[in-house]
């Protein structure tokens, strides 16, 4: 990390928000492409902790799957900044 370490540290947490992010990025694309501005962020709270806002239901396979994209972002970090200052990018 010697050369751009601030570029470097920036896209790794940008991948792990990605990561982290990635059902409720994915369930709100629907709705905002269409327009709809409140079922995108519906969609996006939905994906993000399985509470569907509409009948106050909480879907736990969608929690789940939250659960373990944030456990999946952290690894990603932590490994990919071990590595990056490892070998010195």
Not at 21 to 32: R, W
Not at 41 to 62: A, I, S, Y
Request: no cysteine; glycine share 12%.
């Amino acid at each position: 990390m010697a050369k751009h370490p601030k570029l470097i540290t920036t896209a790794i947490n940008v991948g792990g928000a990605f990561i982290a992010f990635n059902q409720g990025i994915t369930k709100a694309i629907g709705p905002a492409m269409a327009g709809d501005a409140f079922g995108a962020g519906r969609m996006f709270v939905f994906g993000e902790t399985g509470l569907d806002v509409e009948n106050g239901q909480v879907q736990v396979q969608q929690t789940t799957i939250s659960a373990v994209s944030k456990l999946a972002a952290v690894v990603w970090v932590k490994t990919a900044k071990y590595f990056a200052k490892r070998f010195r990018f």
